[in-house]
Every structure is written in structure tokens, then in C-alpha cells.
């Protein structure tokens, strides 16, 4: 098993929260080993279901230009051991993009360069719409089904985000004002029975029902989610990056009782709205005491 990554479970911050954090500039798109099969993945997807993974409104090419040319300037700069730009092409692993192919759309040419998935939202007045999406991974849901509509619609199903809610009213607030020069960053965490990256449609949100599973057959599914305002269209650019670990992996971590404990405890806290949403409320307890197992073992092993 590969080390984790993010551990956004690990107690730091409450679920069903917003939870923004500044982030540098830098950061802004990450890449590791796990590249080139993103990219592969995409690659199959865009084969086979390309008009479910990328949707774009007419009058979006300004913004979707903007995302690629900010993106393959970052690429260059922050990952060029990764990336390699020749004329107009990039390349990535196995995987080449013609910057100068007009068949394929900005966003998608720029979502088939990295592991994240990307949706621009635009500011209507009615609120912030989805206006264009490459979304190879989503976690339960499907592109078409959130396509052109605000955010509050978008979240409609979200304990505690749908519209008319505090957290409906703030995303706007926080999407006005977001600026240019200081993008930010959240995560956000489920729990799934597969370990697959396009997990697309709602129904699939809850687990297999089992009597009994082990923490290999669970998967630990994080969004390092990050928001950056587009200083040309004024559009915002929303990437969501998916990362699978089986449960049981936290046992390799350093503080892996610590961090059980801190999972089991935000399973627990969820109320039933918020434990169905994660498709956890039937197998909630047992769980909860795998991973308290879990915690055991650890402290009891170092």
C-alpha cells in the first residue's frame, strides 16, 4: 500500500463544513506517481463516454482558453519533470496534447493533462451556474446532472448546503469575493465500497450492504478540492482531485491509532441525514469498530 496522502478524517476539521484554507499559488496542481494512470483512465473515459465527462455552454471558449493557458504555464514552471512542452505539444507520461488542435475544446485539452478534474463557474443573476466541466472522477454524481445550475442546486442534496441554508448564502458570499491573487483550498472525504476513480451516479453513493467486510474492502476517498479566480473572464475555476486508499492503509501511518480514533470519532458525530448522504448509516457501527480495532492493534504494536 502507498502512503497516504491527505487524511482529512484525521480530526483537523468537521464535516459538512466549508472549511477554506489560503493556498499558495504553488500548490495549485499536484502531481505524483499515480499520473499516468489518471491520465489512462481519462483517456478510456473520453473514448467511450466523452458527451457524460465533458460539457461546455457556447459562450465559455474565453474562459476555458484562459484555464488552459494558466494551466500549461504552471505545468511548465512547477512540473517540469513531469510535463514536457514541445512547440505545441505537451506531454505527459504516455499522453500528448496539441495546444494547437481546434477540434478539441480548451478545457477538455487541459483537463487530459492532469490527474484533477476541472468545472468553471460563472457568476449569473441568480447566482454562481456550472458553465463548463471536464469531470472524469466524480464521487456519486454525474456531470450532466449538475450542468448549467447554480451552486445552491448543485448542493441541493448536501446536508446543510441546499438553498436558502447559511452555507448556500456564504459560498456565494466567499465566490464574490474570492480574489485573484489568493486561491484556496478544502478536502472533503467519503467512504466507498470500490476502490474505482469514475464512480459517477448518485445511487452509487451508498456501500454494498455486507455483514461483513474488512478495511481492504473499504476505501478512504478524498477531494482536494481548490478554487481560483480567473483574472481575465472573472470566472472561477473549481478542480477536484481524487485520491483512494484502502481503510486499512492507515495502519503504515505514524500516528495511525491516533488517526483511526479521529475516524471512527467523525463517523460517529455524523447525524442520520449526514450518514445516509455518505452512504454510511447501515454499516456506520461496524465501522466504527473496525477502526477502533485498528487504533488498538496500532498502539498496541509500537
Not at 86 to 108: E, I, K, Q, R, T
Request: glycine share 6%.
Amino acid at each position: 500500500m502507498k502512503p497516504l496522502t491527505y487524511t482529512p478524517y484525521d480530526g483537523s476539521q468537521k464535516p459538512f463544513t466549508i472549511g477554506l484554507m489560503p493556498l499558495d499559488m504553488d500548490r495549485w496542481i499536484e502531481t505524483d506517481a499515480d499520473l499516468d494512470r489518471y491520465l489512462d483512465e481519462k483517456q478510456l473515459l473520453a473514448n467511450e463516454r466523452r458527451d457524460e465527462i465533458f460539457l461546455a455552454e457556447e459562450n465559455t471558449e474565453a474562459a476555458q482558453q484562459e484555464v488552459l493557458d494558466l494551466l500549461v504555464g504552471h505545468l511548465a514552471c512547477r512540473h517540469s519533470k513531469t510535463h514536457r512542452r514541445d512547440a505545441d505539444v505537451v506531454s505527459a507520461g504516455g499522453h500528448a496534447v496539441d495546444l494547437a488542435d481546434h477540434l478539441l475544446p480548451p478545457l477538455f485539452k487541459a483537463g487530459s493533462l492532469i490527474a484533477d478534474d476541472l468545472v468553471i463557474m460563472r457568476r449569473k443573476a441568480d447566482g454562481w451556474h456550472l458553465v463548463a466541466g471536464h469531470v472524469a472522477f466524480p464521487s456519486g454524481w454525474a456531470l450532466q446532472e449538475k450542468f448549467g445550475r447554480p451552486m445552491h442546486a448543485i448542493h441541493g442534496e448536501v446536508p446543510g448546503f441546499g438553498e436558502g441554508t447559511r452555507n448556500a448564502t456564504l459560498i456565494n458570499r466567499i465566490f464574490d469575493n474570492l480574489q485573484v491573487t489568493q486561491p484556496v483550498e478544502r478536502f472533503n472525504w467519503s467512504v466507498s465500497a470500490i476502490g474505482d476513480l469514475y464512480k459517477p451516479l448518485s445511487q452509487y453513493r451508498a456501500l454494498r450492504q455486507s455483514p461483513v467486510f474488512t478495511l481492504d474492502e473499504r476505501f478512504a476517498r478524498i477531494e482536494r478540492q481548490t478554487l481560483r479566480k480567473l483574472p481575465e473572464t472573472g470566472d472561477i475555476l473549481f478542480t477536484i482531485r481524487i485520491y483512494i486508499d484502502p481503510i486499512a492503509a492507515i495502519a503504515r501511518h505514524p500516528r495511525a491509532s491516533e488517526l483511526a480514533l479521529n475516524f471512527a470519532a467523525q463517523v460517529e458525530a455524523l447525524d442520520e441525514h449526514q450518514a445516509s448522504y455518505k452512504g454510511l448509516r447501515e454499516q456506520r457501527p461496524e465501522l466504527m469498530r473496525q477502526l477502533r480495532m485498528l487504533a488498538e492493534t496500532a498502539r498496541s504494536t509500537r
